[in-house]
């Protein structure tokens, strides 16, 4: 199984970015998927998770408004569109499978893609 993020960078207060997380290996439509963040000397949160379908979604209280999770089960790829970008908003990215290692947690990680968000 791989997960592999893309679309990370520098951007500018109050731009934006889109994120991508390429899956393969696994029957990418079976399982939930999220995306999570961790900033230097944080524990990592989760931002959005979204479901099977991309029916249902979570949002982070900190992220509603500005970021979108979406999914496409067809091309085996989970996205982040983010939006009103904030200093705070920088952290390394990581998408997340739930449930790759038979239990009811985010239990597969890809390696991280990069944002930072300058003032």
């Known amino acids: 199984v791989q997960l592999v993020e893309s679309g990370g960078g520098l951007v500018q207060a109050g731009g934006s970015l889109r994120l991508s997380c390429a899956a393969s290996?696994?029957?990418?439509?079976?399982?939930?998927m999220a995306w999570f963040r961790q900033a230097p000397g944080k524990e990592r949160e989760s931002v959005a998770t979204?479901?099977?379908?991309?029916?249902?979604?979570y949002y982070a209280d900190s992220v509603k408004g500005r970021f979108t999770i979406s999914r496409d089960n067809a091309k085996n790829t989970l996205y982040l569109q983010m939006n009103s970008l904030k200093p705070e908003d920088t952290a390394v990215y990581y998408c997340?499978?739930?449930?790759?290692?038979?239990?009811?947690?985010?239990?597969?990680w890809g390696q991280g893609t990069q944002v930072t968000v300058s003032s």
């Open positions: 997340a499978v739930k449930g790759l290692a038979f239990t009811n947690r985010y239990d597969y």
């Open positions: 290996g696994l029957i990418f439509s079976n399982y939930p």
């Open positions: 979204i479901s099977l379908s991309g029916g249902d979604t």
